[in-house]
């Protein structure tokens, strides 16, 4: 089905997690503010207030709300209701995952089918699935012995990192690469990645038909 057009800015909310730098999600405020893409970020949640990512979006003049999930005792229907209530409050269209390590609650994930965005620092379904984060990412492209590496944006589903595939970018594996000079190259791939994904989403340019995600000409009926 068509994801939704929207005739008003799209609103976008974040989920951060912990220590995150938040870079990835710099990348998607920016991008609404200087008016590259036609949303307004609206809200980062984020589930400590002394996050490098929280002090990043409050910097920038984005509503934060802290909401852990050590808050809720276990219950995670709980913590997904209080993310929901957040959402809905402000009518978000577009939810968006920067450094969420968590599998999100599949309540939210229903509720916002196709319309929750997370990326991922490799080219799935490589390299993808529980324990593939970070580094640890890095790490087994490098002992692979891929060529190439990349990135890739796709909408979330009750798994890690097996949802519709949104948009991919590629970068070279170099001879001389460490986990973290590939990271490195990864990084600044994740942010036009990420920022183009959100762009075509808030033009009204995606169509997910299963697990395929096409994106429709400019201008395009949907």
Avoid: W
């Avoid at 503010?33 to 984005?62: F, I, K, L």
């Avoid at 990326?119 to 970070?134: D, N, S, T």
């Avoid at 890739?152 to 949104?166: A, M």
């Amino acid at each position: 089905m068509p994801n939704q057009h929207h005739t008003t800015p799209c609103k976008i909310a974040i989920l951060v997690s912990g220590h995150g730098r938040g870079s990835n999600m710099a990348a998607i405020i920016d991008a609404c503010q200087s008016g590259d893409v036609p949303a307004s970020v609206s809200v980062v949640v984020g589930t400590r207030r002394d996050a490098p990512a929280m002090e990043r979006a409050r910097t920038a003049g984005v509503e934060t709300v802290v909401l852990s999930p050590r808050a809720f005792d276990g219950d995670d229907q709980a913590y997904a209701d209080a993310i929901l209530q957040i959402l809905a409050q402000r009518k978000i269209d577009l939810v968006c995952l920067a450094g969420y390590m968590r599998i999100l609650p599949s309540s939210i994930v229903a509720a916002y089918r196709n319309r929750v965005m997370n990326i991922h620092p490799a080219l799935l379904p490589l390299f993808g699935g529980p324990g593939m984060y970070g580094e640890h990412v890095h790490k087994a492209v490098l002992e692979s012995g891929m060529k190439l590496s990349g990135c890739t944006v796709h909408f979330v589903d009750e798994q890690y990192d097996t949802g519709p595939i949104v948009v991919q970018a590629a970068v070279p594996v170099e001879d001389c690469d460490t986990p973290e000079s590939l990271a490195a190259r990864v990084l600044g791939a994740e942010h036009r990645a990420y920022v183009d994904a959100v762009r075509l989403f808030a033009r009204g340019r995606l169509r997910t038909e299963g697990r395929y995600v096409r994106v429709l000409p400019e201008g395009d009926p949907i």
